[in-house]
């Protein structure tokens, strides 16, 4: 009794910090709308919560802070590491590329006391939760619901968006986790059951449903970064097509019902998902390009084809320039200045086509000469020896004879902090900014969640699993004709691949892969050895390159999830831990 004792003393505690936390952060919003509004309210005691939830100003304030659980550049803006680079360093994408840091134990294995940077996933998540739940409980019964109930329904179906998109955040990271509808009490009972995924699914899925009916189609500009009908559609969309997926299958490990989803209409499901979008837009083509230029500035600036995306601003982010300026540094080569945090491998830049769709697999792709004839994407997604950018070229190469030609700019041996210079060959170009500093803030560039995409992405694949091979084909030729690659014309086991690699390459850094390679599976580009290029100069200037392994990353079963924090599992016994944890 004694233990038990002490078990709930201490969840009280960390219930009673939450809250504390949660108040002060009320607080800062309260003091921040200036003097006026202070002065307009009529408590002259205090700070009271039901003085909030009289007010509809208020109420928004409340909902503002929980957009925070969206994310942005930084995997974990609460550790000053992982402010400063993705998921991308733990997908066939990239690798962290200071120091050669494991920062997401990839290498050493996950336990669960430790996983690395993703340690305060699972805490962050659930703060979150905590907070929609708090507002959602109350909000029925405030004085605001009474006074502006359109203005107040529409704040609570944010809110259950909110919650929706957390927890398919968890699931994708957990499986199946707890279903809370509610704020915890002091009377209620903390040993929780993981609900199965398959339960989870079901309640993102309702929730969403309930959001969208309210949600507005679209947004004025002053609000781009708040949630929509499109928002919440897409986040089903996604949900679902990850649910369908072969790792979710009750035949393949791990299995259960923490990790199951046996519905017999599940890429029917995946696939209306995405038509819902795809009928409210009518089906219409991506934004087009004229070429790589172009098609860089896609994400840049708020556009039809985003359907959610992280918006910094002050108002409703409490750490969204800071996070929004350091993309630039933190990816751009060492010699400009930058960090270079995410190096993308050279296994995944040869994913890239060639200009004329075919593969670099086959005749028209020269290894001496990498970076010639390729896609558009290729040129504006990835920094590589010899790329423009803000106003010289790129120069990984070391010199044979620095008496005839000196040592790269961007080199082990260049300008900046060298530690940071290249391992691969490569650094990201997708989301810079060259129009401001380096460290400058690019003011209207969104850190992109959903797009329209993803979406068409999403119903290729379902309407593949369904047999419906022609409709899978013009969905994703919508992704590759828009890059002014060739319209997809396989079919079979190949039409599935060119999905796959239509969707690594349009959603290249973008949070995508890490998650993509373990629903589908693909073990080969879960442990591999890492490739990269090193360059070299010879004293008469020419350039060559070699291949090499920069190291290798182990793939371990057991992490196609993570496992639930150890402390935990010691906190409530009944939260059965992930298989091989």
Not at 119 to 135: M, T
Not at 319 to 327: H, I, P, R, V
Request: negative net charge; contains cysteine; proline residues 4%.
């Amino acid at each position: 009794m004694e233990i038990n004792r002490k078990k709930i003393i201490k969840k009280y505690k960390d219930m009673k910090n939450l809250k504390l936390a949660y108040i002060w952060a009320i607080l800062v919003l309260v003091v921040g709308v200036g003097c006026e509004d202070v002065l307009d309210t009529e408590a002259s005691d205090a700070f009271a919560e039901d003085l909030i939830y009289s007010d509809p100003d208020q109420v928004e304030r409340l909902v503002y802070p929980v957009y925070n659980s969206t994310e942005s550049w930084g995997l974990n803006k609460f550790q000053w590491w992982s402010r400063r680079f993705n998921i991308e360093v733990g997908s066939f994408e990239a690798r962290f590329n200071f120091n050669d840091l494991d920062q997401l134990r990839l290498r050493a294995g996950w336990t669960p006391s430790n996983v690395g940077v993703l340690g305060e996933k699972w805490s962050n998540y659930w703060s979150y939760i905590r907070s929609a739940n708090e507002f959602l409980d109350k909000i029925d019964a405030s004085e605001a619901m009474q006074t502006d109930p359109d203005r107040v329904n529409l704040l609570k179906a944010e809110m259950k968006f909110l919650r929706a998109n957390i927890y398919t955040k968890l699931i994708k990271y957990y499986g199946g986790v707890p279903i809370l509808e509610n704020a915890l009490g002091l009377d209620d009972n903390f040993d929780l059951v993981r609900n199965s995924y398959e339960e989870c699914v079901d309640f993102i899925v309702r929730e969403l449903d309930e959001a969208a009916a309210i949600l507005p189609e679209s947004r004025p500009a002053s609000e781009f970064g708040r949630a929509t009908k499109l928002s919440a559609l897409a986040v089903k969309s996604r949900t679902l097509l990850y649910a369908a997926s072969i790792l979710h299958d009750p035949s393949t490990a791990p299995n259960g019902p923490l990790y199951d989803y046996s519905k017999s209409t599940k890429w029917q499901d995946a696939a209306d998902a995405a038509k819902a979008i795809i009928d409210i837009v009518g089906a219409r083509d991506l934004i087009p390009v004229a070429d790589a230029t172009e098609y860089h500035n896609l994400f840049l600036s708020p556009n039809q084809d985003i359907l959610f995306a992280r918006a910094f601003s002050s108002a409703y982010y409490d750490f969204g320039t800071d996070a929004n300026s350091l993309w630039n540094q933190t990816q751009a080569p060492s010699g400009y200045g930058g960090w270079a945090l995410s190096s993308p491998t050279h296994n995944f830049a040869l994913l890239y086509n060639m200009a004329d769709g075919t593969s670099t697999s086959e005749g028209g792709y020269d290894p001496a000469n990498p970076n010639e004839n390729r896609e558009l994407r290729y040129y504006a997604d990835l920094n590589y020896n010899g790329a423009q950018f803000r106003g010289r070229d790129i120069q990984y190469y070391l010199s044979e004879d620095v008496d005839a030609q000196p040592h790269g700019l961007d080199s082990p041996q260049g300008l900046g902090n060298t530690g940071h210079s290249s391992k691969t060959g490569y650094n990201i170009r997708k989301f810079q900014d060259e129009s401001v500093g380096l460290t400058d803030v690019s003011p209207n560039r969104p850190y992109i969640l959903y797009r329209l995409a993803e979406v068409y992405l999403n119903y290729a694949e379902a309407q593949y699993h369904l047999g419906q091979e022609d409709i899978a084909r013009q969905f994703v030729s919508k992704v590759s004709t828009r890059a002014l690659q060739p319209a997809i014309t396989s079919s079979g086991a190949e039409l599935l691949e060119d999905i796959k690699r239509e969707r690594r390459v349009e959603l290249a850094f973008e949070g995508h892969n890490f998650f993509d390679e373990r629903r589908w599976m693909n073990e080969d580009h879960l442990g591999f050895d890492v490739k990269g290029l090193k360059w070299t100069m010879a004293a008469d200037g020419t350039v060559s390159n070699q291949e090499y392994t920069v190291v290798n990353r182990p793939w371990f079963e057991r992490q196609y999830y993570l496992p639930i924090p150890a402390s935990e599992v010691e906190k409530a016994p009944s939260m059965v831990q992930n298989d091989g944890y």
